[in-house]
């Protein structure tokens, strides 16, 4: 119950009135109007009523009940809230005059003064020195009524008698506090019993105020008596006291909803985003790790191309998703530090560390997924060079070997003669020789053929069917040639005539032909290389191959010289030559239409191989304008990388003017965008060229793109954070100088300008501050526990912004559990519960609602149907208990 007496003192200023003082202004003739006495007994009677229904009994009549004394003592115990000694039960006087007295004991111990009162005296006397608990405060009350109906029309409340006859003060009163009760619109001056009813009925039925005052007996009354108007407006002040704080107790609640709805929607955002991202980095890091082979160079360059638009394209976006993934959790925890909310912690596998684990995985599968494609294209150019070059050699293998076997299983005539048969057998021995020659050539296709399927070429099957045929064919003319070789020496015997002549030509005419056809076969042979230096080889070696034509020019001399000696000895011996050598196939004509061949062959050569090295040379021109790109965008980055961390030390001015600064920095490096992108076109000519190396930088383009990532990733973690100190010192109050101060102290002791201080350079910080953790044992403790703040995971360093929320923490105040639980108390009238309508009715809907939705049932031994626990919500906000 309010204390209008204590009210009443503050707002005059003065001690406690008595009944007697506070009359001195009435009009004395008022007391002796029977009327009056009527309508103050009637208020009297009403108001101990209205306290008695609380214990559950009335009174009727005051002198019959408050004679013996006990309705008085539970009167006074209602209204004080204590207990009075234990009554006397008797039936007698003395018992009765007993009650009476401990009830005006109390009274008067209460600092009520009793003028004329006793326990055999008037009971309305009595009354009067009740009625001044009540009713004491005067002018605190009248101040109150004037400040409630101040802003309604017709309404002017001077004093406690004829201002509120016309009904209109107590309609207003209703209205201000509960609008749906009253339509004070449709009230009008000149109809006072009207009003009077229609705020008496309202009061009683809406407001559980008891009808005091019948609305006839104050209009017919000149001047309404004022200790019952104060009585009424008393029982008003009683109902609404409670409506500002409710209206408090509303609006902090709101405050703190409100705070935790945006963190809850951060959280939500945060989720999504991060559940997004690594969804994106599952399905790509399996295609970056797809293996499967291609046949051709046309098809990797294909997939080279669709590497270098996911590169170019998809994985820039997801690279600002992983930046402002980042911005958003540390603006959050940010936000969380501040409303002295826990730290968020996200669902299992979506921390910032699992991202960027994922993310380190993806730039590893990415890498690994490059260099496959480049070494599947240099594999597959390999493996079309042999397939082309096995195909040839085959072609000439297979030209050569056709008829042989015919030859080997030729049977000679009966009739041949002796010298037939030595020009046979000198002629299979020179076949031997040509054979043992293409020894070499079937080597090769076998030692290509088995290269083929090292390099599991696509077509292998078709190889090693071809090889084995060649293979199968060489062995059976291996066993032909021996065959017929033994055939012919068992004639040899029989026949001995052979022209030495023929056969030495035959000798020096296979092995210069064979020479002749490997040489076409080399000057036609294909080539690939990948620098200057290996074509430059290709060059000496055909250089060194032009250098030995003198000599071999010799050899055809002189092989021809032996051929012309024939028809000289014949003629000169007058033998008839009856056809061609018998040793060789090989003509004069045959030989120099090879040689000419072979010089038609070599400026062809010597024009591919200039043709290469010329290609070789713009190679290595696009080689030097990368290099030249890609050293000066190096050493851009890691001047801008190293300006950012002077600048993240080195900040001056105020946090907006170092904000500004850091965007302008971010804009000019931004800026600088065309470069890497001038950078990334030469990089594709030099890869569209098949070149893989570069002597002339150390840089190669996947460094420089994650340099360049990080350089946007820090200064963007630096505007951050100095987002993040202006969120700090505007939510906690932290003044630009306390701030330049802190940035000081910090600055000053971080020597290694690491953005970081030492545990013994934190310590001499916090002394340069005023904080007393010197060397001792207490200075020990305390220290200990700013470290166990600053330094939660016991790193032994201290970051600038751990420091800062830790000075924010020391010099201002927030929220806490305690504040919250009394305000959500006064909206539940004192109750350990609250209930969905209570909350409804004192808090917007979408807040209501919200505290509805995750209040648990209380189930406490007070509980009724439909309470909740506000306590475990309340903790739950701040952390401390589950929500």
């Not at 609250?834 to 209501?848: C, F, G, M, S, Y």
Request: charge should be negative; aromatic fraction near 8%.
């Amino acid at each position: 119950m309010v204390d209008y007496h204590a009210a009443n003192n503050q707002a005059s200023g003065g001690g406690p009135q008595t009944y007697m003082e506070q009359e001195n202004d009435w009009d004395r003739d008022l007391l002796l109007d029977p009327a009056w006495e009527k309508q103050q007994r009637k208020t009297f009677t009403a108001w101990c009523n209205s306290h008695l229904r609380k214990a559950g009994t009335q009174i009727e009549n005051i002198e019959e009940d408050f004679r013996d004394g006990l309705k008085l003592m539970l009167l006074l115990e209602v209204i004080s809230g204590e207990r009075l000694p234990k009554p006397e039960r008797g039936k007698m006087r003395v018992h009765k005059i007993n009650n009476v007295n401990k009830a005006l004991d109390f009274i008067a111990s209460k600092g009520v003064k009793l003028v004329s009162i006793g326990a055999e005296g008037d009971r309305t006397n009595v009354s009067h020195g009740l009625l001044q608990r009540e009713t004491s405060a005067k002018e605190g009350l009248l101040l109150w009524c004037q400040r409630k109906t101040a802003p309604y029309k017709n309404v002017n409340v001077q004093n406690f008698h004829i201002s509120w006859k016309d009904g209109l003060a107590f309609n207003a009163l209703i209205h201000r506090h509960r609008p749906d009760l009253i339509d004070y619109d449709s009230l009008r001056k000149d109809d006072p019993v009207t009003n009077l009813n229609n705020a008496f009925e309202v009061a009683e039925k809406h407001l559980d105020i008891p009808k005091m005052l019948d609305a006839e007996d104050i209009v017919n009354t000149a001047r309404p008596d004022e200790k019952a108007i104060m009585t009424y407006v008393s029982s008003f002040y009683h109902a609404f006291s409670g409506a500002q704080k409710a209206e408090t107790a509303a609006n902090r609640i709101c405050k703190v909803l409100a705070v935790n709805q945006e963190n809850e929607q951060m959280m939500e955002d945060y989720e999504k985003l991060a559940s997004d991202l690594l969804e994106w980095i599952r399905r790509t890091i399996p295609w970056l790790q797809n293996r499967t082979q291609e046949k051709t160079v046309n098809d990797m360059q294909a997939k080279q191309e669709d590497f270098r638009d996911y590169r170019c394209v998809h994985k820039p976006p997801k690279v600002q998703e992983k930046c402002q993934l980042e911005i958003s959790f540390n603006t959050l925890q940010t936000k969380l530090r501040l409303s002295n909310r826990p730290a968020f912690m996200p669902s299992e596998g979506r921390m910032v560390s699992n991202i960027n684990g994922a993310w380190h995985t993806l730039e590893g599968a990415e890498k690994g997924y490059e260099e496959w494609i480049l070494s599947e294209i240099r594999r597959l150019e390999r493996l079309e060079h042999l397939a082309e070059k096995f195909h040839q050699k085959a072609a000439i293998h297979e030209a050569w070997t056709d008829g042989k076997e015919a030859m080997l299983t030729q049977k000679e005539p009966d009739t041949t003669t002796l010298s037939e048969i030595k020009a046979l057998l000198r002629k299979h021995e020179a076949f031997e020789s040509d054979l043992a020659a293409h020894q070499d050539r079937v080597e090769q296709i076998a030692a290509i053929a088995q290269e083929l399927n090292e390099l599991d070429y696509y077509d292998s099957a078709n190889v090693n069917a071809r090889c084995q045929k060649i293979c199968d064919q060489w062995n059976v003319l291996g066993a032909l040639t021996q065959s017929r070789k033994e055939s012919l020496k068992n004639k040899e015997k029989q026949l001995e005539s052979i022209d030495e002549l023929y056969l030495e030509y035959a000798k020096r005419a296979a092995p210069f032909n064979n020479w002749m056809e490997s040489a076409m076969e080399d000057l036609q042979d294909m080539f690939i290389v990948h620098n200057i230096e290996e074509i430059q080889g290709l060059i000496a070696a055909h250089e060194q191959f032009k250098a030995t034509l003198t000599e071999a020019n010799e050899e055809r001399k002189a092989i021809q010289a032996i051929q012309a000696n024939v028809p000289k000895i014949a003629q000169s011996n007058n033998i008839t030559l009856t056809g061609s050598n018998p040793y060789t196939t090989i003509t004069s004509e045959n030989i120099d239409e090879k040689w000419a061949k072979v010089f038609e062959l070599v400026p062809r050569r010597d024009t591919a191989l200039q043709d290469e090295l010329n290609k070789q040379n713009s190679n290595d021109e696009l080689r030097a304008k990368f290099a030249s790109q890609a050293n000066k965008v190096g050493a851009y980055i890691k001047a801008k990388m190293e300006e950012i961390g002077r600048i993240s030390i080195e900040m001056n001015g105020t946090l907006e003017d170092q904000l500004t600064n850091l965007k302008d920095y971010q804009d000019s490096i931004v800026s600088y965008t065309p470069e890497i992108n001038t950078l990334e076109g030469y990089h594709q000519l030099i890869q569209e060229a098949l070149v893989f190396d570069n002597k002339y930088t150390p840089y190669t383009m996947e460094h420089l793109r994650v340099s360049w990532e990080q350089l946007l990733t820090t200064i963007a973690r630096t505007i951050n954070e100095v987002e993040n100190q202006i969120l700090t010192r505007d939510a906690k109050g932290i003044s630009q100088e306390q701030l330049y101060e802190y940035r000081t102290s910090f600055n000053h002791f971080d020597k290694d300008h690491s953005g970081a201080l030492m545990a013994e350079e934190f310590k001499a910080c916090l002394i340069s501050l005023g904080y007393d953790v010197e060397n001792d044992k207490q200075g020990d403790a305390e220290f200990g526990r700013i470290m166990s703040i600053v330094d939660p995971n016991g790193t032994g360093a201290v970051t600038f912004q751990a420091f800062i929320d830790f000075m924010s923490r020391e010099t201002t105040d927030t929220d806490t559990a305690d504040q919250v639980i009394a305000s959500f108390k006064i909206l539940a009238g004192d109750k350990n519960f609250i209930t969905a309508e209570e909350l409804r009715r004192e808090l917007p809907p979408d807040q209501a609602e919200y505290c509805i939705a995750r209040m648990a049932p209380y189930t406490g031994p007070d509980a009724v149907a439909g309470a909740l626990d506000y306590m475990s919500f309340s903790t739950a906000l701040y952390g401390e208990s589950d929500l």
